[in-house]
Each structure stands twice: as structure tokens, then as C-alpha cells.
């Protein structure tokens, strides 16, 4: 009988597995050095545009003299700062940012043509201004705002004859019921914003019999204020009016001595005109807490306007 020869079976390719270890490092991947550049801004027509703006704007600013100083030096920050983010990647293109650097040009020297047409800015810190607080009696508001109209006027005249004509509705209902209604015409893309601050203003004026002197005659300084605020920055600018205007509520605290760090009016005075703000009013809180650090010179000018207009027909010693 023939033997049958048996072949071993063939070993597995399979190897035992290797023992675990605590963590196999794992190879670093080389990154590539990318080609690319960072983008970095040409030296075109418009840098060199922006670059001597920014720098004549400086040299304008530091040479600038008297009260108009402040305000130019704001407002070349603006445009530095404008300057400084076009340059960024991934900014505007050329053609809006210089419209937009234009647009602050133009008011930059708005602003210094209307600061030069004698304005005084008051004196002294702002948190130790104040309104003149002495009690003007109620035959002589009228007089009061009728010698705030007249400063504006003649301000106005020495700006732009062509300016003061086209305001001169608005200027001759500073200190009325009718002021802002009147704004509201000039402002149309915020009319309805501005007839609601009327329904304000007359909450305020209707509640003012029944305040302290002192704090009525914050109130009525306060309104005279706003009013020749809004007109001076008509007058010199293009932007969100009614933004800005109730940014310069901050300044116009300060200065006539109801704000939290010039509190002039006392608590109790605070809280009186606390209680007659309209509750809709509160949904302008963030606009405000934004202008906490503002110092608008228009504002301040306005105040100072204000305290002058008052002062004749203040009777001496009546708080």
C-alpha cells in the first residue's frame, strides 16, 4: 500500500500582536511653507491719499489755536482711525472708504468754519459746570430763547448765508413746542423718531411746575440745549441726526449738571426727572452708555449759549 506523504501546513503571515504601549508618539506633519504672502497694501493712489490726509490732518490740528482746537482734534482722530481700517485686509474698497474719508473731511473743516465764527466754549472742568440755575420767571423764557435764536442766527450767517436761509425754520422754533416736528421735516428718514421726542419734550415741560428751582431750571436749560445742539450739527453734517442727537444727551447732561458725575440737581432732582421720562425712552440706554466718555463741543457750545441767554433775566439769588 502506497504511503501518503503529508505536507506541514504553510505558517501564517499573521505575527502576534505587539504589546500595548502607554501612547505611540505620533509623527509631527510637516507643514509646507505656504507661497502666499500676507497681503499687504499696495502703494496705489489711494494710500498715498489717505497717508497725507492723515498727515496734513495732524499738522492742522497741532497748529490749530483757540476754541475750535478740541473739536478738530476729535474729529482728525476719526478720520486716523478710518485711515488706520481701510489699510487693513479686507477692507472697503477705494471708492467707499474715499467717500467716507471725504464725508469727515468735509465735516472737519465744517466743524472748524463754524467753531471760528466766535462760539465760546465754557471753562473749566466739566464736572464743575452747571446751568444757570437761578430761577428765570416764566414772562421771560420767551426773551431767553429769542436770544438763543439770535446767537445761532448770526452764527449761522457767518458760516453760510446759503446754510442759515435753509435752517431758518428750524432756527426760529428753538425753544417751541414745534421744534422737533420741525426737525422731523428736515429729517425725513427719521421723522417718525423725531415727532416721538416731541411727545417727550412736552412731557417734560408739562411736569416742570411742579419741580424745585433748581431742578426746573435744569429742564429748561436742558431743552433750550438740545435745541441749539441739533441745529449746529444740521448745519455741519450728513450722518444719522437723530443718532447723534440723542448721543449728545451725555454731554448735555454734564454740562448743565445732571449727570452722574456732575450731579448739580441733587438726587432728589435726578429722580423727579427720572419719574417723567416716558418709558419708551429707555430703549435709547445703549446709545446713551456708548456716549458715557463723549465731550461733543456743538453740545458744550450750546450749553454755554444757554447759560449766557439766561443769566440777564435770572433773578439774583432765586434757586
Known amino acids: 500500500m502506497a504511503t501518503v506523504k503529508r505536507t506541514p501546513p504553510a505558517p501564517t503571515s499573521r505575527k502576534p500582536p505587539a504589546p500595548k504601549s502607554a501612547s505611540k508618539p505620533t509623527a509631527a506633519v510637516k507643514q509646507r511653507p505656504t507661497s502666499a504672502k500676507p497681503a ?4 496705489g493712489p489711494s494710500t498715498r491719499f489717505t497717508e497725507s490726509l492723515t498727515k496734513k490732518l495732524d499738522q492742522q490740528t497741532r497748529a490749530s489755536v483757540g476754541p475750535s482746537a478740541k473739536a478738530e482734534q476729535r474729529l482728525a482722530q476719526r ?16 471708492s467707499s472708504f474715499t467717500s467716507s474719508t471725504s464725508a469727515l473731511r468735509g465735516q472737519l473743516e465744517a466743524t472748524r468754519r463754524l467753531m471760528d465764527t466766535g462760539v465760546q466754549l465754557p471753562r473749566g472742568p ?22 438763543v435764536r439770535r446767537e ?5 450767517e457767518a458760516y453760510s448765508p446759503h446754510v442759515a436761509r435753509e ?9 417751541s413746542p414745534s421744534f422737533y416736528r420741525t426737525m422731523g421735516r428736515f429729517d425725513r428718514d427719521h421723522r417718525g423718531a423725531w415727532l416721538e421726542m416731541a411727545q417727550v419734550q412736552r412731557s417734560f415741560a408739562d411736569a416742570e411746575p411742579g419741580y424745585d428751582g433748581r431742578t426746573r431750571a435744569y429742564s429748561e ?4 440745549t438740545l435745541h441749539a445742539t441739533a441745529v449746529l450739527h444740521r448745519a455741519t453734517s450728513t450722518g444719522n441726526q437723530y443718532e447723534t442727537f440723542i448721543r449728545n444727551h451725555v454731554t448735555a447732561f454734564r454740562e448743565n449738571g445732571g449727570s452722574f458725575g456732575n450731579l448739580r440737581i441733587g438726587l432728589s432732582g435726578s429722580a423727579e426727572v427720572l419719574r417723567n421720562t416716558p418709558l419708551r425712552m429707555m ?3 445703549p446709545t446713551l452708555a456708548g456716549a458715557a466718555f463723549d465731550e461733543d463741543p456743538f453740545t458744550q457750545v450750546a450749553a454755554e449759549l444757554v447759560r449766557q441767554a439766561r443769566a440777564p433775566y435770572a433773578a439774583d439769588g432765586e434757586e
Open 152 to 156: 445761532l442766527e448770526a452764527k449761522l
Open 79 to 94: 478720520v486716523d482711525a478710518k485711515v488706520k481700517a481701510s489699510l487693513a485686509v479686507g477692507a472697503p474698497r477705494r
Open 167 to 175: 435752517l431758518a425754520p428750524l432756527v426760529r422754533d428753538v425753544g
Open 40 to 43: 499687504t497694501p499696495t502703494r
Open 126 to 147: 466739566a464736572d464743575s459746570r452747571g446751568a444757570e440755575f437761578r430761577t428765570v420767571p416764566t414772562h421771560h423764557q420767551e426773551s431767553v430763547a429769542r436770544v
Open 221 to 224: 436749560s436742558m431743552r433750550l
Open 283 to 285: 430703549q435709547q440706554a
